[in-house]
């Protein structure tokens, strides 16, 4: 067997495997923890894990959208994968557009990380709690969408960089509050600084939020069995359905959508909510079904809000 192989001291495969990462503290606590997870499994393998600036990370002056969104921070780490000067990249999932580069797969993820949103304010104050005209830093349209939906007196603000960065901004008062993802706070010891965890009955996350995801050559069938290993099947069933919806509904461009899916039993919830994106309407449905219909049920999901106006809401 090839995990057998990556195991035994003497086998014949190759020993080192190269990650390829973005270079901040959370991507890289995010490769540090499938590096774990693999030499768990496989002691005897080296594992190096390689930094590749994005232009995400380099142009920070800019919103997503304004270059190219959720690929700004894959295009250079899959261009690495395909030059075979990396073995794997690792991905927050969020990041990784639904369509991925011919040749390349994901191949695992780790378990799921908690994936509401959270708020944060210098002050401890929650969202309701803040004067009218307060500057939010977010550079989500998903965010800035819900944002003006809760209360279209406050105003958001682009903000860009890393999580420390942020943090630094805001104590520097350049705005009253933040909105951001909370696992990535907890990955870093710094929920601390929570002020409020967002209510997903309202605040529907984004698309794979809180997951960790292994990208891969299509022909390293050595590497893909290798990762089976350390993939979580429920957390890749979840973001599989999550997935197939944002498909089905972005047509490959960054939308203000969140959607969600949680495994109850034997079931599956997958429950969405498209807005325009200045807030002033919104759609949402769900649907339940058994987790073996996961797919299916994100499809009809697409097809519902679809249905229901929401191309027209997003201008598309």
Do not use: W
């Not at 014949?12 to 923890?33: D, N, P, Q, T």
């Not at 047509?251 to 807030?279: F, Y």
């Not at 309407?281 to 339940?288: A, L, N």
């Amino acid at each position: 067997m090839v995990a057998q192989r990556f195991q035994e001291p003497g086998g014949s495969m190759k020993k080192k495997i190269v990650i390829g990462s973005r270079g901040s503290r959370l991507a890289l606590y995010e490769s540090e923890a499938v590096k774990r997870a693999l030499l768990e499994h496989f002691p005897h393998l080296e594992i190096e894990i390689r930094i590749i600036k994005t232009e995400g990370d380099s142009r920070l002056d800019l919103p997503l959208p304004a270059f190219g969104g959720k690929g700004a921070f894959t295009k250079e780490i899959e261009e690495a994968l395909l030059k075979k000067e990396i073995d794997l990249a690792v991905h927050s999932i969020k990041d990784l557009p639904t369509t991925l580069p011919d040749g390349l797969e994901l191949i695992a993820v780790l378990e799921r990380e908690d994936p509401r949103d959270c708020f944060i304010s210098k002050d401890g104050k929650k969202l309701m709690d803040l004067r009218a005209g307060a500057k939010i830093g977010t550079s989500s349209i998903r965010r800035i969408a819900q944002l003006k939906r809760l209360r279209a007196d406050l105003e958001p603000v682009n903000v860009r960089g890393n999580v420390e960065t942020r943090l630094r901004k805001l104590n520097e008062g350049e705005y009253d509050g933040m909105v951001m993802a909370y696992a990535g706070l907890k990955r870093l010891g710094l929920d601390q600084h929570v002020s409020q965890i967002l209510d997903i009955d309202f605040f529907v996350p984004a698309c794979g939020q809180g997951i960790i995801g292994i990208e891969a050559r299509e022909n390293d069938q050595d590497l893909v069995e290798l990762c089976a290993a350390i993939n979580d099947p429920e957390t890749e069933l979840r973001g599989d359905a999550e997935r197939m919806f944002l498909a089905f509904l972005e047509g490959g461009c960054q939308v203000p959508c969140g959607v969600l899916s949680e495994i109850k039993g034997s079931q599956i919830v997958i429950r969405a909510v498209v807005l325009a994106p200045d807030g002033s309407e919104e759609i949402r449905s769900m649907k339940q079904g058994p987790s073996e219909d996961a797919l299916e049920l994100a499809r009809h999901l697409a097809d519902d809000v679809i249905r229901r106006g929401a191309k027209r809401l997003i201008g598309d």
